[in-house]
């Protein structure tokens, strides 16, 4: 990427080299409707089924439990809405946290206009739900829990498997919102207990626009989208091939190489940290220091404007982000560090540096370095 320093992986990755390689045919070359009966057609409808199989085996599903969508916003809709629709005879109440990104939060509003009751967790300040307020909060009427594996701004990991029991306990479904975890986590839905889990391939250096939830088989789920008979009745249209293909390598590779990634990820993330902390004055590590991403460093400075921070950044070649991407630009506060409770002397100064797979120390060393000298500039 010339001189451009990219620190902003948990907003999306580039496409690996391999899984462009993997997909490049299927734009041109085996370009058949996975529907059609003819020859290039089932061989596409085989490539979808051998990408299943490899989300599948990342997370240890089965084959029939994973359905492909358009990315990690609509895989919670319909993991979500879906759920919450075929269950709304069993009850109308649903949990879920304050610190959700805005799929899930939308989502659960969007649901409440149609007669479903909400309720949001607190979370500390390390961003983690206090599991006695999750039961608690739990009721007669309650179908459905969903709290999201890792957060996309603070990287702080969830309890996953303290949940799923909690709400086995009680006969409730358990969604969780992995989009940030997959490939930076190894999940097992058997072993955890999860229910449905949304992920979105883009942030594991899979194509954009290109998705999938998965659903325990037995659940029942509604689709959100009406028409064909695709994905098995629960999402209507002609299928993405080269982004399920992509996506199937990403994840694959994903896996594969996970513990090496992470190994030399959080190496960097670590360095940056202490770097920081004990060079820049007056600062904030938000997010729990242990149980987070491995490439996940958010910090805020105080007395920094965010907006003049990324400016100063960027005006150098460093790629970062103040928090989600689907929230950039925008001057309202971040519902993630106004639910952790982060002074607002702080928060107007947040700033997330994540990490990927092909960051170097010397990057790293050059973001420290300008970082040190921007913030005594804007102080």
């Known amino acids: 990427m010339n001189n451009i320093k990219y620190f902003d992986h948990a907003a999306t990755t580039p496409v690996d080299k391999d899984v462009l390689k993997e997909m490049l045919p299927f734009f041109s070359e085996s370009f058949g409707n996975p529907s059609s009966i003819y020859s290039i057609g089932k061989k596409n409808k085989e490539a979808i089924s051998l990408s299943r199989m490899k989300v599948a085996s990342s997370i240890n599903a089965n084959f029939n439990e994973i359905y492909f969508t358009n990315g990690g916003s609509e895989s919670d809709n319909l993991a979500i809405k879906g759920i919450a629709f075929a269950n709304r005879n069993k009850g109308n109440h649903i949990i879920t946290s304050k610190i959700e990104h805005s799929a899930v939060l939308n989502t659960c509003k969007t649901l409440e206009k149609f007669g479903f009751e909400v309720t949001y967790l607190d979370v500390g300040k390390n961003g983690i739900i206090d599991l006695n307020q999750l039961e608690r909060a739990i009721n007669r009427r309650t179908i459905l829990i969903t709290i999201m594996f890792a957060n996309n701004e603070i990287g702080t990991i969830e309890p996953i498997e303290q949940i799923a029991k909690i709400a086995k306990k009680y006969g409730v479904y358990f969604h969780t919102d992995s989009v940030q975890a997959i490939g930076n986590v190894k999940i097992d839905v ?12 883009h942030k594991f250096y899979g194509p954009k626009g290109m998705g999938a939830v998965f659903v325990r088989q037995g659940i029942p789920f509604m689709p959100i989208i009406d028409g064909g008979h695709q994905e098995q009745d629960k999402r209507a249209g002609t299928e993405n091939v080269a982004g399920i293909v992509g996506m199937g390598k990403a994840i694959e ?7 090496n990634n992470n190994k030399k990820i959080k190496f960097l993330r670590d360095y940056f940290i202490n770097n920081i902390e004990n060079t820049i004055p007056d600062i904030i590590l938000n997010g729990d220091r242990k149980n987070r991403l491995p490439g996940n460093a958010n910090i805020s400075f105080k007395g920094v404007e965010r907006n003049r921070l990324l400016q100063e950044l960027d005006s150098i070649g460093v790629c970062a982000s103040s928090g989600s991407a689907c929230s950039a630009g925008r001057l309202k506060s971040s519902h993630v560090l106004t639910a952790i409770k982060v002074p607002p002397v702080f928060e107007r100064g947040s700033l997330r540096i994540t990490l990927g797979k092909d960051n170097t120390k010397e990057e790293v060393d050059f973001l420290i370095d300008n970082l040190i000298n921007i913030i005594k500039k804007i102080r």
């Not at 072993?191 to 391939?201: P, R, Y």
Request: aromatic share 0%; net charge neutral; charged share 20%.
């Open 190 to 201: 058997k072993k955890m207990g999860i229910d449905s889990l949304s992920m979105s391939a």
């Open 253 to 259: 590779l994903s896996q594969l190489n996970m513990e």
